[in-house]
């Protein structure tokens, strides 16, 4: 089991820095709340091959060594995209709230979606809040992912957290597979992107608050392990 070094930000509050011992990855799919909608990408996926699940949302378990707050990751070959979306910890009673990607292997995926989520990292931001302060205004939040290099970047995501199943919903899915959370790192699922999926070098990733002004920037970079 791993630890991680977290900094929980509140507002009117000094940082709080807390170590999380990561025990398993539990990334949400097909999480979306217009369930039509789902049901649509589910169409478009099984026309290119990749075996989708008959009930959604879907969880797909992956191991906790793949939780990073590193700026960099390693993958094997050039096919694997990233996916902005919230992640959660239930920690002492509490739900911390962050930022992650749920870096996923695209060739892989049509084949088995649970080896797809397993065969990457999963870059998380190392800035969380405290549920407790957004519970007001959720649907509010914003996510936006970006592709490209530095300077050049394309705007790949961006979405409300209206677009995702609320969290109350969320969460029950995922305690009627999983009782103990304990040391649980929950990925949301994702939003839609603007252009079709890509396979990026480098990703930027943002969580925006547009009621407490504040928000949480994720950026990482792509080594392909295959590439000379």
């Given at each position: ?46 026309a290119i091959g990749v075996e989708c ?36 910890l239930p920690y002492q009673k509490r ?134």
């Open positions: 089991m791993q630890q991680l070094s977290f900094t929980i930000a509140r507002p009117q509050r000094p940082p709080e820095t807390i170590v999380y011992p990561v025990s398993l990855i539990l990334c949400l799919g097909f999480a979306r709340r217009d369930q039509d909608k789902v049901r649509e990408h589910i169409r478009e996926l099984e699940p008959a009930k959604t949302p879907v969880i797909y378990p992956a191991g906790g060594l793949l939780a990073t707050t590193d700026s960099a990751i390693q993958v094997v070959g050039g096919e694997t995209g990233p996916e902005v979306e919230f992640v959660f739900l911390l709230v962050g930022l992650a990607s749920d870096q996923t292997d695209r060739s892989l995926e049509k084949t088995s979606i649970y080896k797809s989520k397993q065969i990457c990292p999963k870059p998380l931001s190392n800035i969380l809040w405290d549920y407790e302060d957004l519970t007001d205004h959720w649907d509010k939040l914003v996510l936006r992912g970006w592709v490209g290099p530095e300077g050049q970047e394309t705007l790949y995501q961006d979405s409300p957290a209206s677009a995702l199943l609320p969290v109350p919903t969320l969460l029950e899915h995922v305690r009627q597979e999983y009782p103990n959370l304990e040391g649980a790192v929950i990925l949301s699922g994702t939003v839609p992107t603007l252009g079709g999926l890509a396979t990026p070098a480098r990703f930027t990733a943002l969580l925006h608050d547009p009621v407490l002004g504040r928000e949480i920037r994720l950026t990482y970079g792509v080594q392909d392990l295959l590439a000379r």
